[in-house]
């Protein structure tokens, strides 16, 4: 009882949210428009962009400018979220939030590694960054090279493995990239589950266990199927977690000597397994899938749970990522079936 009270009113808050979100139909509707500004007013028709979409003018048709309304109306529903949370809901939502910040991180590393002209395009960030971060917008923004973005996260968690990095010599943009995420997931396994209790701790490590098992299965294929990386290197790049995964299923898959024994061995693995009939997608649109399952089937489970925050969240940033895909394929003249192809399976 005590889980139905205390979720109720954000229960019901994310249900309303969740029925403005587009369907499949909405995306073969898309796909078969023929210009970007006849998607933009197909998406002024509904509910959860008419808001954003409607005060564009027609010259910013444009995919930076279209992809900082999309955003803009996710952060806007975590605020709502946000709002209705309560404390523990709250210390959730926190720990969901820094995965912004990584890919905010990204973008700035990509902006001064590369020598960019353009100046940083995050100031539509700021409202919800000042609210919600540890990072300061304003001191990113100023940043002109590598040395003077990681001393301008000083403050943040991000700074000492930044750091870190930038005292080694010949360091790349992947190698920050991957440090990132290495940092990222280790806490989020080791440090910040043990803010939350109960069932939302329990379903919290299913999630992050999930998603380091997956990211590694991506990375180690990668590192032998493309770069050709020796053992001792696989395992530097990966996560050292073990969820699903048992270490000498991960071991397995580290050490065989080609692709096409890896493939075998991870046909042996509860993944394979469990996701047989998803077998032939991409390592990325499984990753996706197996996570979209999950969250669906812990939201089905638990209603009255972090499951109902954590699915509706994924489920919106996988709209903002077919919305922006589905709008390249448009300005490239990509057929429908094309164009559906690139956003995946069907929606749940």
């Known amino acids: 009882m005590g889980n139905v009270m205390s979720y109720s009113g954000l229960t019901t808050k994310i249900r309303a949210m969740q029925a403005k979100l587009l369907t499949w139909r ?8 023929k210009s970007v500004p006849e998607a933009i007013e197909y998406l002024k028709g509904k509910p959860a962009y008419t808001r954003y979409v409607g005060q564009m003018d027609i010259s910013l048709y444009h995919r930076g400018n279209i992809e900082k ?48 002209d353009m100046p940083f395009d995050i100031a539509y960030k700021k409202e919800f960054f000042d609210k919600y971060s540890q990072i300061s ?48 997931f280790s806490e989020m396994w080791r440090k910040n589950r043990r803010l939350l209790h109960g069932k939302e701790r329990e379903m919290y490590v299913r999630d992050i266990g999930m998603k380091i098992d997956l990211l590694n299965i991506q990375w180690i294929y990668r590192a032998k ?8 290197d696989i395992y530097s790049m990966t996560i050292p977690v073990q969820y699903r995964l048992s270490v000498e299923e991960f071991k397995s898959l580290v050490e065989t000597p080609t692709v096409e024994e890896y493939e075998k061995r991870l046909e042996e693995t509860y993944y394979a397994r469990k996701y047989a009939d998803i077998s032939g997608m991409t390592l990325e649109a499984t990753y996706k899938e197996c996570l979209q399952r999950q969250y669906i089937s812990d939201r089905r489970r638990n209603p009255y749970s972090i499951a109902t925050v954590n699915t509706y969240l994924f489920l919106k940033e996988e709209e903002i990522y077919r919305l922006t895909t589905a709008l390249e394929c448009i300005r490239y003249g990509l057929s429908s079936r094309e164009t559906l192809g690139y956003l995946g399976g069907v929606m749940q």
């Open 26 to 33: 909405d995306f073969e509707n898309i796909s078969n428009l």
């Open 137 to 184: 917008i304003d001191r990113l923004i100023t940043s002109r090279n590598v040395e003077e973005l990681i001393d301008n996260l000083r403050d943040t968690e991000y700074y000492a493995p930044l750091k870190a990095l930038r005292e080694t010599e010949g360091a790349t943009l992947f190698d920050y990239d991957l440090t990132l995420d290495l940092y990222y």
């Open 69 to 116: 309304i999309l955003y803009q109306s996710l952060f806007d529903d975590y605020t709502r979220i946000f709002r209705f949370a309560g404390m523990e809901q709250k210390k959730f939502l926190k720990l969901y939030w820094k995965r912004y910040e990584i890919d905010l991180i990204n973008y700035c590393l990509r902006i001064v590694f590369n020598h960019y």
């Open 225 to 232: 199927k493309y770069y050709n990386k020796l053992p001792p």
